[in-house]
Each structure stands twice: as C-alpha cells, then as structure tokens.
C-alpha cells in the first residue's frame, strides 16, 4: 500500500502509478477526502517498498499481509477514516442503504405467464428486484436444467420475459450466469448478475463477470469459511468492480442423521462479515432451509443479525414447480415475511447504526 501525502499532485500519483505497472502490478487509486492510497493488486513481494518512499508526493509505502484488502473495513479507513458502508444503487433502488430490499421471484423460470403471474404478486408484496433462474446448477443431469439449457434461442426467450417482467412491474432484475459462455448474454438483458454458490471458487468465471463492471450478487460457497469468501471477492474488486453484494445461503450440515434443513444458515456470518467489509451482505433463507416452513424464521434471524435484504424464492404454485418447489413460498406468505422482516429491521437500527 501506498500512502500518498495530503499535498500530493496529480502528477505524482501518476508516476506512482506508473512505477507500480514496471513491476508487472496494478493500482487501485483511492482518493479519499484528506488523503490518496494507492492499493496494489498482485504480487506485493516484488515491489521494493523503500524505494516507493523516496518517490515525490509518497507518505508511507508498506506491504499489506491481509488476503483481502480492497474491500476491508480497516484498509478503507486509512483514507476515509469513517468507512462508511457501500450503497449500491440498482436503478432506484439502493442496497445497503438504509431500507431493506428484498429480492424475490421462482427458483426457475418455468414460463412467461408463470414468470408474469409471479412478478406481479412479488411486486404486490414489497418486492424490489425480481430473480429467476434461466440457467439452473443441478445435481442431477435428469432434472430440469432451466430454459437456458434449450439453446441459445431458449436462453435469449427466457431473458427476454425476465427483462420485459422487470420493466412491467417496475423491478430491476437478476439471474445467475453458470458458466463463462454465459456471460456476455447475461449481462446484456439482467442488472444485476448472480455468481451461485457452486461458482464461488471460479476465478476464470468471477473475473469475467466482475469486467462487466455491473453489480454483482455473489453467494458464499456451502464449503467456503468466511476469509477465503472474502479472499474470493477481492478478484472482483482488483478488475475494478466494487458493486457486489455478499449472500449468506447455508454451509454443509455437520453430523450423522438427519438435520431438518437443507444447509445450516452462518447467521454469524453476517455481522462477522459486516466488520470485516464494507460491502453489503445479503441473506438467502430458501436456499438454505429448503423447506418452506423455516424461511419465514430464517428471514427474521438474518435481519435481526444485520443483513440489508435478502433474496427469496416465490413461486404461486410450489407444488407444480419444476425446481425447488419444497422451499418455495407463496407471494401471500412473502408479504407476510416483508411486513415482519420491516418490523425486526425497525427493532434492531438503532443498534446496528452503531456498528
Ligand atoms: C439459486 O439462487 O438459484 C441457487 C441455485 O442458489 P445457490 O447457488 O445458493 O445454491
Ligand atoms: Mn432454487
């Protein structure tokens, strides 16, 4: 990291910038109120710190050890010294702001009717932005796949509905995009682009997305532990993306016998993460409770621990649903969800505010 001082010139800072590109590195330029930090992304060790503090305009130049540094709290506050946290603003809505967003919609976009029948009720609800899955991670070969699967043409159809829903019912939109063939379909017809838990640890696929320089909502591996999720998200923040949004959707279960739920939903990763960065972090209670009966409870805890939305699988019919059908809630029981997720939110501000 490098520290420029309070007085330092445009000039400076470029030369600065361009001493870093000799060593095969990139700068993350910071300018904060007081002062400009120049963040370094990749191999630190090759730079010869001492000599950068020589350079003109340079404060303090020093290698940080931490894996994620761009997205830390503390790292922030070296030139913001009240970090405050990262709003990402989707069309009018904001998240991380200080109103809760709820992201909603099916697991699978099925159909454009169904999609429609299920946009309205979400939007009728106090849905923000509406989800639908077109290219679906499954485990099993022999299941539905998402209309994705049906060539280029079905994908581009499918797209079309979720983008022409969006724009009907006045919500932004979002779907996952599972592969690196995907990507610049997706981003094309979506404002937002999911990264599924599976994908989590996909380099190749993360940085990809990340260059589309649109928001990103990235969910933390079922397997991943909380450093190595943040260490993931700093590729995403190195191509110059900071607009991603960190979803907590359930580890692997420990233990023999049953366990009652799909993944074991990390509420303490959420202020766990909170402390750490300033990115905002988001909750999705279907996916890790797979049945419908806990994701009332779950939204309600992921809340009270500080999230600032979360993302929810609403179907109007779960049981014909093709994917998911089991964790899927009605939009009548999603509004229910809403109104008391609002009213836990109200509870518990004050404290957070304090965070
Ligand atoms: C999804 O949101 O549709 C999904 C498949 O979730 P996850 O990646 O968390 O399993
Ligand atoms: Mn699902």
């Known amino acids: 990291m490098i520290i420029m001082k309070s007085e330092a010139t445009k ?35 090759k730079i010869p710190f ?3 503090e020589i350079l003109p305009g340079v404060k303090e130049a020093f290698m940080v050890e931490t894996p994620y540094k761009l997205i830390s ?31 909603a919609g099916p697991c699978a976009v099925e159909s454009r009717e169904q999609l429609f029948r299920i946009a309205e009720g979400v ?21 539905f796949q998402g209309l994705g699967a ?28 599972r592969g690196e063939s995907q990507v610049d379909l997706v981003s094309e017809y979506v404002d937002i682009i999911q990264i599924g838990a599976r994908n989590m640890y996909d380099q190749d696929l993360i940085t990809r997305v990340a260059r589309k320089k649109k928001p ?29 949004i960190l979803c907590e959707r359930g580890i692997l279960p420990l233990g023999k016998g049953k366990s009652y739920f799909r993944y074991t939903l990390d509420v303490a990763a959420v202020p766990a993460i909170k402390r750490e960065t300033y990115l905002p972090v988001i909750v999705d209670p279907s996916h890790a409770a797979g049945r419908r009966d806990l994701v009332y409870d779950l939204s309600c805890a992921s ?25 899927q809630i009605t ?25």
């Open 11 to 45: 000039e400076e800072v470029a030369s600065v910038v361009k001493e870093i590109k000799k060593y095969g590195l990139r700068a993350d330029v910071s300018r904060g109120a007081y002062r400009t930090v120049i963040g370094l992304v990749g191999d630190e060790s």
């Open 50 to 52: 001492s000599r950068f």
């Open 73 to 103: 709290r503390e790292y922030a506050s070296t030139w913001e010294p009240e970090a405050e946290n990262r709003v990402i603003n989707v069309g009018d809505i904001r998240i991380g702001g200080e109103e809760l967003v709820f992201i």
């Open 123 to 143: 939007k009728k609800a106090g849905g923000h932005i509406l989800r639908g899955g077109i290219f679906k991670p499954r485990t099993s070969v022999h299941s």
């Open 150 to 177: 049906n060539g280029k043409e079905g994908a581009e159809e499918a797209l079309h509905w979720l983008r022409e829903a969006g724009d009907t019912f006045g919500m932004p939109v979002i779907t996952e995009i």
């Open 216 to 244: 990103i909502l990235y969910k933390r591996h079922f397997g991943a532990g909380i450093e190595e999720f943040l260490s993931f998200t700093e590729y995403m923040v190195a191509e110059d993306n900071k607009d991603i």
């Open 303 to 327: 809340i009270a621990a500080g999230a600032c939305g979360l993302i929810v699988e609403v179907h109007d019919n779960p049981v014909e649903a093709l994917v998911d059908g089991q964790q």
């Open 331 to 355: 939009p009548d029981e999603f509004e229910e969800l809403v109104v008391a997720c609002r009213g836990v939110h109200d509870a518990v501000k004050n404290r957070r505010n304090r965070d």
